[in-house]
Nanobody, 117 residues
């Protein structure tokens, strides 16, 4: 099993910034993709940003230019720097990883981000 621990959520005013972090541990074989998803109240879960092993990133158009996903080389950690936050960014943010060694994905428990004045 792989465990994911997320941190960094909280309350922030519109226009502010937050940084989310996720650390994977346990029976890791070969994590080749790490991603952040979010789920707002009453909505389905959606992909926010993802990064694969070579470092190629992809973003949802709603966060392009405001959010940056990064992964530290040699470590199974992934961060999401969120700038210029908007009220519509309010959601529970989930870390997700794909272990290509066992062809299985894992989810964190989520961290709440609230953007409100």
């Amino acid at each position: 099993q792989v465990q994911l621990v997320e941190s960094g959520g909280g309350l922030v005013q519109p226009g502010g910034s937050l940084r989310l972090s996720c650390a994977a541990s346990g029976s890791i074989v070969n994590i080749n993709q790490m991603a952040w998803y979010r789920q707002a109240p009453g909505k389905s879960r959606e992909m926010v940003a993802r990064i694969n092993y070579p470092g190629v990133t992809r973003y949802d158009e709603s966060v392009e230019g405001r959010f940056t996903i990064s992964r530290e080389n040699g470590k199974n950690t992934v961060d999401l720097q969120m700038n210029k936050l908007k009220p519509e960014d309010t959601a529970i943010y989930y870390c997700n990883v794909w272990d290509a060694g066992v062809n299985r994905g894992y989810w964190g428990n989520g961290t709440l981000v609230t953007v409100s004045s």
